[in-house]
């Protein structure tokens, strides 16, 4: 698996465009501490998957909504999805407690300043959403108001389609990102090892479901419930 | 005054007591009533020479059967029309749409103006709603408003450059270089939103106190939604708050514009995004007008029933937001349980959840799905207890009616003086229910009732709604047990797709339907206007085709917009947790407000 390496920059110009970490693509780094050395390259692979399981499983999230996606959010929050069967019922009213960010609805241009502001006030380690094709890409909003797409500015770990989508297809990216996590190489203290933080390259669902996909050639027909 | 026919289907609004008040506004103001345009508006439309329009909106709003309501007002830009029946020139329209609640009446004024002296007399001493109006017709045209007490953009970012709905303002982002945020534009941009007391004629302390300003908002779990409210604070209580809009700003007109008719239905939806195909009603009712398209009952009977469904849904999510507000955190989960019942319903017929987009130019989507009635009637039989529930645990909760009898509460005269229609006007006593005044969509046919308030506060508003939602459930149980057998499609060259079936007979019928889907149906030049009940209150789209595949101007008239707007008045004296209460008993979506 290929990653893709993230690391913090102190200095940062007026200039600069967010998202502002620098990025690139690397091998995974625990491969090359196995082969340093087989004792201490496996006690931090049991100390990483140990944390990213824990991390993975107490997701706590930001309570942010900016339109019709969060409707369906706020459904999935509820009893008929009940997202606490994936440890992320804890709603957090302000960044600084929580996780991660859906960006539920569309990202205007009045709005952007105030989500950045958002996303810098949330601490590390923090994860984006981007939820639904406004915020994926614009959607049907060609429109003058419109950012096309969060991922213009915020770094973003999982798209969730639909316009808006089902409670079912948000928790299906929460837990594509959950699965992230878990293969997440961040730094396990300020003193150990590298600082950089190493996130997962995932495979494309779309890819990955393509071909039973296009098995499907017996759709339901909509003239009877 | 001359009334032109062009149109034989125009019809003047000279009917009884319209013709009269036109003939008596006619005889007062003489040469300065420039023109009475026929439209397919239903209501008078009057052209007024600029000096004489705020004479003439005082004359209105003295009148008996006074037009207490500014119920619209917003401008168009002309300047590329081709087909204007009616003189004078002018390079931009403002119209200003009057509603008479006594008279149940309405009549539109003109205003012509030229490119090169935009400029017009404000009238927000006259209609306090005037107000927010004017700067959006500022924001979006570029018109001022002369006397204005504070004329600063409303919906676009205070930095944007241009006026959005003129013409030849760019329409699309891609049109535009890609949108980056530097980090130096952040701190601009955030500096730009920073509040300037001076600037609204605050003061920052008197001789007592410093006052704190508190920004309640972008993002605030009671602001539903991307709504910010600066408020200026002596401890805690509220001495003058600020809203500030336009975080969802969608630029749902200016789409209106490069949309046909016929795929201009799925943006509907998503003004008032919890509304549904609720929001398809107007816009399509609006162009049947225009069409000329006489739709099969049962297509407007299974219009209603889809409509009243969404209203529950609309009116639960409001329910469960509203004693969250309060403090409350369980009923939420009860009434999104309710909601979803609901959407299996709603999925099950039309396909989707949130925003079907529906309705069509002239019929539906789509016939009723065999087994309908089934899983209607369990949603209808689910109801009724639910509600009873929801008013034995809270609305006669000793805390409920604590946090929320007697606060922001407002009289008949000053909700209608601020545009304010729908659940909140029926909560001060007021009996406007359009579904009942002017029935349309078959509404006549139904038995239902209109609940009414007394004391026009945030608990009012909160048992008014579970009021509706029974009656609601009494309409659909109407629609289940007597929905008319027929098409569900109109018959006609203009419904939009036309039925599949023809188009398979001639070769010209082939042509026909593949130009409809292809460009969209070319609707003739004239205007339209459509009203109707929508969850929140009323919802109004008013249509100007110039002749062609797409509108040349979409104006969308929602309730939300004035209803954040009366809030400083009734907040002036309150406390910070009776706004929260009088947030959620307004039951409003930025998406309804900024559209």
């Known amino acids: ?225 | 005054m001359n009334v032109d026919h062009t149109d034989t289907r125009a019809t003047s609004a000279l009917d009884g007591r319209a013709g009269s008040l036109v003939e008596r506004l006619s005889e007062r103001f003489g040469a300065q009533l420039l023109h009475e345009q026929a439209t397919l508006t239903g209501m008078p439309v009057l052209w007024v020479a600029r000096e004489a329009l705020l004479e003439v909106l005082e004359t209105l709003r003295a009148a008996p059967e006074s037009f207490e309501m500014l119920f619209d007002l917003s401008a168009t830009d002309e300047r590329l029309r081709e087909h204007r029946a009616a003189p004078p020139a002018a390079d931009f329209t403002v119209f200003y749409q009057l509603l008479s609640v006594s008279g149940n009446r309405d009549i539109m004024l003109k205003v012509a103006l030229d490119m090169d002296d935009l400029r017009l007399p404000s009238a927000a001493g006259l209609y306090r709603n005037a107000n927010w109006y004017e700067r959006e017709v500022w924001d979006m045209f570029g018109i001022r408003f002369e006397g204005h007490p504070n004329l600063y953009r409303i919906l676009m970012p205070p930095t944007w450059n241009g006026h959005p709905l003129r013409k030849d303002h760019h329409a699309r982002a891609t049109e535009f270089d890609p949108y980056t945020l530097t980090v130096e534009g952040q701190d601009q941009e955030q500096q730009a939103l920073k509040f300037d007391p001076e600037a609204w004629g605050m003061r920052r302390q008197n001789e007592n106190t410093e006052f704190m300003f508190l920004n309640l908002g972008p993002n605030h779990p009671s602001a539903h939604g991307a709504f910010r409210i600066v408020l200026q604070l002596d401890g805690e209580e509220i001495i003058d708050c600020v809203p500030d809009i336009g975080y969802h700003h969608r630029g749902a007109e200016k789409m209106g514009e490069r949309q046909s008719w016929h795929s201009f239905i799925p943006y509907t939806d998503r003004i008032d995004y919890v509304g549904g195909v609720m929001n398809n009603l107007p816009y399509v009712l609006a162009v049947e007008r225009l069409a000329g398209i006489e739709v099969t009952e049962r297509a407007r009977t299974v219009r209603v029933m889809m409509a009243e469904l969404f209203r529950i849904t609309s009116h639960l999510l409001f329910l469960g937001t509203y004693l969250q507000d309060l403090g409350a955190m369980s009923p939420v989960f009860y009434t999104f349980t309710d909601r979803q019942k609901g959407y299996e319903v709603i999925e099950a017929i039309t396909g989707f959840r949130m925003h079907p987009a529906w309705f069509r130019i002239g019929g539906l989507m789509q016939d009723l799905p065999k087994g309908w009635d089934r899983l209607m009637q369990e949603f209808v039989d689910w109801m009724p207890a639910r509600l009873r529930e929801y008013e034995r645990v809270m609305m006669e909760n000793s805390l409920v009616r604590d946090r929320t009898k007697h606060v922001a509460a407002f009289d008949t005269a000053n909700a209608l003086a601020w545009g304010v229609t729908g659940p909140n006007l029926r909560a001060t006593g007021c009996d406007f229910d359009l579904r009942k005044k002017r029935p349309y969509s078959g509404y006549e046919n139904f038995d239902f009732e209109v609940p009414l308030g007394h004391n026009g506060d945030a608990f009012d508003r909160g048992q008014l709604r579970i009021e509706e939602m029974r009656q609601s459930v009494r309409i659909i149980q109407q629609c289940i047990d007597h929905m008319p057998a027929g098409d569900y499609k109109a018959d006609h060259p203009l419904t939009t797709p036309p039925p599949r079936e023809r188009m398979l007979q001639h070769i010209e019928t082939l042509i026909t339907h593949f130009l409809q889907v292809s460009w969209g149906p070319v609707l003739p030049a004239n205007e339209s206007l459509s009203m109707v009940e929508a969850t929140k209150g009323i919802n109004g789209y008013y249509l100007t085709s110039d002749g062609g595949t797409m509108s040349y101007r979409t104006r969308i008239r929602t309730p939300s917009f004035p209803h954040l707007q009366q809030m400083p008045e009734l907040m002036r004296g309150g406390f910070v947790p009776d706004l929260i209460a009088h947030l959620g008993s307004i039951d409003f979506v930025m998406a309804d407000v900024d559209r």
């Open chain 1, 1 to 225: 698996m290929t990653y893709t390496l993230t690391r913090a920059d102190d200095a940062v110009a007026e200039e600069a465009r967010y998202p502002l970490e620098k990025r690139q693509h690397v091998a995974d780094p625990m491969r090359e501490q196995v082969h340093r050395s087989v004792f201490t390259g496996k006690l931090e692979e049991v100390l990483n998957s140990t944390v990213n399981w824990g991390r993975k499983h107490s997701l706590w999230p930001y309570n942010f909504g900016l339109s019709c996606c969060y409707v369906e959010m706020t459904s999935a929050f509820t009893a008929p999805h009940d997202i606490a069967r994936f440890g992320a019922e804890v709603i957090r009213a302000s960044p600084r407690q929580a996780d991660f960010m859906v960006i539920a609805g569309t990202c205007f241009v009045k709005m952007a300043p105030v989500i950045q502001q958002l996303y810098d006030q949330m601490l590390e380690p923090k994860w984006v959403i981007s939820m639904g094709s406004c915020a994926n890409s614009g959607g049907m909003y060609d429109i003058y108001s419109v950012v096309q797409g969060v991922d213009k500015f915020l770094p973003v770990d999982v798209y969730v389609p639909g316009c808006p989508p089902r409670p079912e297809v948000f928790l299906q990216g929460l837990q594509l990102l959950q699965d992230s996590i878990q293969e997440e190489r961040r730094p396990l203290s300020w003193v150990v090892g590298d600082q950089g933080v190493y996130r997962a390259e995932m495979p494309s669902q779309r890819e990955r479901n393509r071909e039973r996909r296009i098995q499907a050639t017996q759709l339901r027909t909509p003239d009877s419930v």
